[in-house]
């Protein structure tokens, strides 16, 4: 009877817990995953805002160089038109870029004797006009290299008695010159183009954690250095003073990449007073005025450039502190209803080069992320946690915006800010239009499990799975400034297209590079993911104290004869 009596009670007990949290799952509405899913499937096909997004970061503000009036602009636009889509709290977060912002305004370039023609080239950023048209002689200025002896790939750059004896034998000769900087480079016609698709056997694999991993090429011997070799760094340092000191008209280095691509990044001390007026011009009208030249006939350029810099004139540091250049992060939430303090982040960097207007890199990324919290919004749905977009700047300088934000907000394993336990997680986009194939998650096999399973039913898109990462280097794009924090940052593995071939950091980046059915499946699957990351019981599995991987040493500034790294 007792027993009786309390199996009554249990059982009672049990079906009032139970149609209790009946009554509050209906209270809370919360649709099943399979029938959100269909809507933002539905709503991201349907009524995709993405290209005209991508029309107003390009062809409206591009294009976006980090510090310029170009992409505070856009960012600006972006406030507006994330709080219209029912965005909340959207608004700048300033950094200080310690640079101050430049555009080029105007530029123009002509082959004057022995033929008359225009020239395709770009200006470098960060370098000074040339205040109006200027005529001049091209000289070729060929500084001494050394094939390396274990790798001839490799050229080893000077010493400094050899750098002095070049540019002493040379001084008389550039002055009021336009001085090509080496030789054309040879960019052999490509009959075997790359994949524009990635195979989805070998994407399986790659994204199937229980696989043994693909064996990587051996990597080429690196070059041993010469006794006393200057690096390229130093070499560049010089060159850039001795043309200054000589008056040098114009600096035209070679794109050295084929049918007239051209990449222009900066010069690196980002101080119009260090450099001449500079360009880089295409591999073709190059080589055409080196082989004239080589053939015994003077050429003849002129050269038409305005650059503005912002602020023009710099305040004067004031009691000795340094003057601050801001630039800003774009930021903007839908605030979450039960864990509001709890962070899902989406994103990617809306800064771009200057070459053209930045469509694939990475304008669609800003657009495809803005797009996800757009559908998530529309459709209507109540995330527990909150979900934040936010679209960098200064990551064409080294993710210098993300990284920034990370410090404020969240800091880092070793030193932990009060948001740093509430985080769970950032989707990274940047690698032009292809669609989402996979993604990489810094975290343990746990954390990578929860996406798989979530993105499983995405295989019709080509969605191949999820895998982890360990690595805390920071490199590539925004994601790894988490994952340098200990953070579960997310990148995406996308089709490549045309972007390491054509698209990426050149003057082709433009709008008409987007295929606007892939852009539209990066954002049904990403705005899915965030959904199940701000609606799921628990934060993502993270590396426990004692898994967590130390960050590796970054590396510190020392002579090396290999050429620079890629830019991120
Ligand atoms: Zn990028």
């Known amino acids: 009877m007792e027993i009786m009596k309390k199996t009554t009670t249990v059982l009672f007990l049990l079906f009032c817990f139970l149609s ?40 409206v503000y591009g294009p976006r160089l980090t510090g310029s009036p170009n992409h ?12 219209d889509w029912g965005l909340e709290n959207a608004h700048l977060e300033s950094w200080d870029f310690e640079h101050p912002g430049w555009v080029n305004l105007r530029a123009s370039g002509f082959i004057t004797a022995p033929v ?9 950023a960060w370098t000074p006009g040339t205040k109006k048209a200027v005529k001049g002689q091209a000289f070729q200025l060929l500084i001494p290299t050394t094939p390396s002896p274990n790798n001839p790939n490799f050229q080893l750059p000077p010493t400094q008695t050899e750098l002095t004896a070049y540019l002493d034998s040379v001084k008389s000769q550039v002055a009021g010159k336009m001085v090509l900087v080496g030789r054309p480079g040879v960019v052999p016609v490509n009959i075997t183009p790359p994949a524009k698709r990635l195979n989805d056997e070998d994407l399986k694999r790659r994204f199937d954690p229980s696989a043994t991993p693909q064996a990587f090429p051996t990597p080429q011997p690196q070059p041993t250095p010469r006794e006393g070799q200057l690096n390229f760094q130093q070499v560049g340092e010089q060159l850039d003073k001795f043309l200054l000191e000589n008056k040098v008209l114009v600096r035209i280095n070679d794109a050295g990449r084929e049918h007239g691509q051209i990449r222009a990044f900066n010069n690196r001390t980002f101080d119009v007073t260090t450099t001449v007026p500079t360009v880089v011009m295409r591999n073709e009208d190059f080589g055409r005025i080196t082989r004239i030249m080589a053939d015994g006939t003077p050429v003849s350029l002129e050269f038409d450039i305005k650059n503005q810099s912002f602020p023009e004139k710099p305040a004067k540091q004031k009691n000795g ?63 527990r946690r909150t979900i934040r977009v936010a679209l960098w700047s200064g990551e064409e300088q080294g993710l210098l915006g993300s990284q920034a934000y990370v410090k404020q907000h969240f800091g880092s394993f070793e030193e932990q800010k009060p948001g740093y336990e509430k985080f769970g997680g950032y989707f990274n986009i940047d690698s032009g239009t292809g669609k989402a194939r996979g993604m990489s998650i810094f975290g343990p096999p746990e954390a990578s499990s929860v996406l798989r399973e979530a993105l499983a039913p995405f295989a019709d898109f080509g969605f191949m799975g999820v895998i982890s990462t360990r690595s805390r280097g920071l490199g590539g794009s925004d994601h790894t400034s988490f994952n340098q924090a200990g953070l579960p940052g997310i990148g995406v593995q996308q089709d490549p297209i045309e972007y390491g071939t054509h698209t990426w950091h050149t003057n082709l980046d433009t709008y008409e590079r987007i295929i606007e059915d892939d852009v539209k499946k990066s954002a049904i699957i990403i705005a899915s993911a965030v959904y199940v990351l701000a609606m799921r019981d628990e934060l993502l599995p993270r590396y426990s104290r004692e898994q967590m991987p130390t960050p590796p040493v970054q590396p510190t500034p020392t002579p090396s004869p290999t050429p620079t790294p890629r830019r991120p």
């Open 321 to 383: 502190v340094k003057q601050e250049y801001l630039s800003y992060n774009t930021i903007a939430e839908i605030k979450g209803s039960e864990k509001p303090d709890e962070v899902i982040m989406l994103g990617g960097h809306l800064d771009s080069w200057h070459a053209a207007t930045g469509a694939t890199d990475n304008a669609v990324g800003c657009a495809i992320m803005m797009e996800a919290a757009r559908i998530l919004k529309t459709i209507g749905v109540r995330p």
């Open 20 to 59: 209790q949290s009946v009554l509050l799952a209906n209270a809370q509405n919360i649709p099943n995953e399979a029938e959100v899913y269909s809507q933002i499937r539905k709503e991201g096909m349907d009524n995709s805002q993405i290209m005209r997004t991508l029309y107003f970061f390009t062809d």
């Open 116 to 124: 008359q023609d225009s020239l395709v080239f770009e200006v470098l």
């Open 72 to 83: 505070v602009a856009a960012a600006n636009w972006a406030v507006k038109q994330m709080t």
